[in-house]
């Protein structure tokens, strides 16, 4: 049960975060930046909110907040390049729509971030049992 809680929980705050992502991108878009201007403001948005909410809500973390963030920010720099990087494929080299490219990178860009969160960032998770899990 408390797998499916942790995933859950993953899943919420990633859905918020990516509507954090979308809605911020969208609205620079409509507010005449360029894509990817508006792509690098909307991933610093939703970086903040995300390290603050798995943090807190997904992981438990009781670990070293300082550490933590270095690792979230720097794993999190590795997805900006990913998302950054493949959005401008999608759009200048497989013609895909400048909204919907983002849409699909952020579904690359949620996995490899539960990923890096998971097994670099918050190693030491705490349960509602308070037992701590080492990656089981």
Not at 22 to 30: D, F, N, P, R, T
Not at 39 to 44: D, G, L, R, T
Not at 63 to 87: C, P, Q, S, T, W
């Given at each position: 049960m408390k797998r499916w809680i942790h995933y859950s929980s993953y899943l919420v705050i990633g859905g918020l975060t990516?509507?954090?992502?979308?809605?911020?991108?969208?609205?620079?878009?409509m507010a005449g930046l360029d894509y990817r201007i508006s792509v690098s403001i909307a991933i610093a948005l939703s970086v903040l909110f995300a390290f603050a909410f798995n943090r807190k809500y997904v992981f438990a973390s009781q670990g070293d907040v300082k550490k933590e963030m270095l690792l979230f920010f720097l794993a999190r720099v590795f997805a900006f390049i990913l998302n950054y990087v493949g959005l401008v494929l999608l759009v200048e080299r497989a013609n895909v729509d400048e909204f919907w490219g983002q849409v699909l990178m952020n579904v690359v860009v949620?996995?490899?971030?539960?990923?890096?969160?998971?097994?670099?960032?918050?190693?030491?998770?705490v349960f509602s049992e308070g037992k701590d899990d080492k990656h089981e």
């Amino acid at each position: 049960m408390k797998r499916w809680i942790h995933y859950s929980s993953y899943l919420v705050i990633g859905g918020l975060t990516t509507l954090v992502n979308l809605v911020a991108y969208k609205l620079l878009l409509m507010a005449g930046l360029d894509y990817r201007i508006s792509v690098s403001i909307a991933i610093a948005l939703s970086v903040l909110f995300a390290f603050a909410f798995n943090r807190k809500y997904v992981f438990a973390s009781q670990g070293d907040v300082k550490k933590e963030m270095l690792l979230f920010f720097l794993a999190r720099v590795f997805a900006f390049i990913l998302n950054y990087v493949g959005l401008v494929l999608l759009v200048e080299r497989a013609n895909v729509d400048e909204f919907w490219g983002q849409v699909l990178m952020n579904v690359v860009v949620i996995i490899v971030n539960y990923v890096l969160s998971r097994f670099l960032v918050f190693e030491k998770m705490v349960f509602s049992e308070g037992k701590d899990d080492k990656h089981e």
